[in-house]
């Protein structure tokens, strides 16, 4: 896209507050002496959106992009009748990043995670030579090869062998995309240890998950739309998680509200959600612990393989370091909840049916915890809530595929590793892909 000015901002370090330029594609504060975040502080304090014909880009006062890239979608924020009928709410507003015509929601890969890859790749200096790095459980590698493959952005995927049906497209991928997979039974920490093998060639570099602002600020736009449309900061807000990015995207968008003075004074309450038995999250927070329990890699696979929502089993979350989950559960008062894939699927039933989309299993035990939530009584029925639907419309988006006699495409992997591989090996076969 033409005539875009880059966004001005800083980075600030969360544990010292001190502040630097981006200079370069910078993930901590090397001055810190302790784990950290870092976090965009913009120079415009207050947010403009700018017209629906820019998708994500609307929000560019608050993401830290050079460029804009083409085919993006942002979230849509809309006031639900049915549901909040059903639960007895007054003011339930969902927000939904996936593909919901009726509503305007238009993100082919049906999840949020295109937030991330939009703003990431927008991020990305256009002389860069090097090869970015992305590991995923599916949702966030399908996000970045259309954004990736749309735009000509050599990418380098890794994603566990046994989530690779989540790889689907409407057609061919640009082959500046490349995957690589972790053998069958291995988990999303597998995929995440094959490509930090892969980032030991130069010719790499990393996107770097949660401490990557593009990616939280990206995410961010999630309560940026609920905020706006409604006006206000939301009362409540339910996520489900794995690592925990997108809640702290949510608070760090939330603080940046109240900077600009308009939508009120309040900090959102953050209630995230973990599909049992995969619970890490959950299980520190309930002994109110800053320090993640230790999980047996075993027992982490297996739980992995039971829950539906493979996309939330992350075994080690941005949680304990200065400005991670733990920090914005505390400050928000917020709480970490718990479903199980029963759950899940009858509150995914109930969407459906009361809403007219299909959603995704993360979604899906998010409504769940919502739910419980209201039944509880946690949830005072005339405070705005905002349900975060972080992926759906797949069934929706494919039917019409299947009525045009479109078929679905799938990514197949260049390699696979066993967890146990060797760096030389790993690194030789993935500089041999973009040779």
């Given at each position: 896209m033409e005539n875009f000015t880059p966004t001005q901002y800083e980075l600030e370090c969360v544990a010292t507050s001190r502040r630097f330029p981006d200079s370069g594609w910078m993930l901590e504060d090397k001055m810190c002496g302790s784990p950290s975040l870092v976090r965009t502080i913009y120079?415009?304090?207050?947010?403009e959106p700018k017209s629906d014909s820019l998708g994500l880009y609307k929000f560019s006062d608050w993401l830290p992009v050079h460029r804009m890239l083409s085919g993006s979608a942002a979230p849509v924020t809309y006031k639900s009748e049915k549901l909040a009928a059903h639960l007895g709410l007054e003011n339930l507003y969902i927000t939904f990043s996936g593909w919901n015509p009726k509503h305007g929601a238009r993100m082919t890969t049906c999840s949020f995670k295109e937030t991330e890859a939009y703003s990431v790749c927008g991020r990305i200096p256009s002389d860069e030579s090097?090869?970015?790095?992305?590991?995923?459980?599916?949702?966030?590698?399908?996000?970045?090869?259309?954004?990736?493959?749309d735009n000509r952005i050599p990418l380098l995927l890794s994603v566990p062998a046994d989530n690779l049906d989540a790889l689907w497209f409407d057609g061919p991928l640009d082959p500046c995309v490349k995957l690589i997979a972790s053998e069958k039974g291995s988990d999303y920490f597998d995929a995440i240890h094959l490509s930090n093998l892969a980032l030991k060639?130069?010719?790499?570099?990393?996107?770097?998950?949660?401490?990557?602002?593009?990616?939280?600020?990206?995410?961010?736009?999630t309560f940026l739309s609920a905020a706006t449309t409604i006006g206000k900061i939301p009362d409540f807000y339910f996520q489900a998680v794995g690592s925990g990015t997108g809640a702290i995207a949510a608070w760090e968008a939330n603080l940046r509200l109240l900077a600009d003075g308009r939508f009120g004074s309040a900090k959102c309450r953050l209630f995230v959600s973990q599909n049992a038995p995969f619970v890490p999250i959950f299980d520190a927070?309930?002994?109110?612990?800053?320090?993640?329990?230790?999980?047996?890699?075993?027992?982490?696979?297996?739980?992995?393989?039971?829950?539906?929502?493979?996309?939330?089993?992350?075994?080690?979350?941005?949680?304990?370091?200065?400005?991670g989950l733990y920090d914005a559960l505390k400050d928000t008062d917020g709480d970490v909840l718990v479903a199980t894939n029963a759950q899940g699927r009858k509150a995914a039933a109930l969407f459906e049916q009361t809403e007219g989309c299909d959603i995704h299993p993360a979604a899906a035990i998010a409504t769940a915890s919502l739910i419980r939530a209201v039944s509880d009584g946690r949830v005072p029925r005339d405070k705005i809530v905002m349900l975060n639907v972080t992926g759906g419309g797949e069934q929706l988006l494919k039917a019409s595929f299947s009525a045009a006699n479109k078929p679905l495409w799938f990514l197949t992997p260049s390699a696979t590793f066993p967890t146990d591989a060797e760096a030389e090996q790993v690194t030789s076969s993935v500089e041999a892909l973009f040779a």
């Amino acid at each position: 896209m033409e005539n875009f000015t880059p966004t001005q901002y800083e980075l600030e370090c969360v544990a010292t507050s001190r502040r630097f330029p981006d200079s370069g594609w910078m993930l901590e504060d090397k001055m810190c002496g302790s784990p950290s975040l870092v976090r965009t502080i913009y120079s415009k304090t207050q947010l403009e959106p700018k017209s629906d014909s820019l998708g994500l880009y609307k929000f560019s006062d608050w993401l830290p992009v050079h460029r804009m890239l083409s085919g993006s979608a942002a979230p849509v924020t809309y006031k639900s009748e049915k549901l909040a009928a059903h639960l007895g709410l007054e003011n339930l507003y969902i927000t939904f990043s996936g593909w919901n015509p009726k509503h305007g929601a238009r993100m082919t890969t049906c999840s949020f995670k295109e937030t991330e890859a939009y703003s990431v790749c927008g991020r990305i200096p256009s002389d860069e030579s090097r090869i970015l790095v992305v590991a995923s459980a599916g949702n966030t590698a399908r996000a970045f090869a259309k954004v990736c493959s749309d735009n000509r952005i050599p990418l380098l995927l890794s994603v566990p062998a046994d989530n690779l049906d989540a790889l689907w497209f409407d057609g061919p991928l640009d082959p500046c995309v490349k995957l690589i997979a972790s053998e069958k039974g291995s988990d999303y920490f597998d995929a995440i240890h094959l490509s930090n093998l892969a980032l030991k060639s130069r010719k790499f570099f990393a996107e770097g998950g949660a401490k990557n602002v593009a990616r939280r600020d990206g995410m961010g736009t999630t309560f940026l739309s609920a905020a706006t449309t409604i006006g206000k900061i939301p009362d409540f807000y339910f996520q489900a998680v794995g690592s925990g990015t997108g809640a702290i995207a949510a608070w760090e968008a939330n603080l940046r509200l109240l900077a600009d003075g308009r939508f009120g004074s309040a900090k959102c309450r953050l209630f995230v959600s973990q599909n049992a038995p995969f619970v890490p999250i959950f299980d520190a927070w309930r002994i109110d612990s800053r320090q993640m329990p230790d999980y047996d890699e075993t027992h982490a696979r297996r739980d992995a393989e039971i829950i539906d929502a493979k996309v939330l089993s992350n075994r080690r979350p941005p949680y304990g370091l200065s400005g991670g989950l733990y920090d914005a559960l505390k400050d928000t008062d917020g709480d970490v909840l718990v479903a199980t894939n029963a759950q899940g699927r009858k509150a995914a039933a109930l969407f459906e049916q009361t809403e007219g989309c299909d959603i995704h299993p993360a979604a899906a035990i998010a409504t769940a915890s919502l739910i419980r939530a209201v039944s509880d009584g946690r949830v005072p029925r005339d405070k705005i809530v905002m349900l975060n639907v972080t992926g759906g419309g797949e069934q929706l988006l494919k039917a019409s595929f299947s009525a045009a006699n479109k078929p679905l495409w799938f990514l197949t992997p260049s390699a696979t590793f066993p967890t146990d591989a060797e760096a030389e090996q790993v690194t030789s076969s993935v500089e041999a892909l973009f040779a």
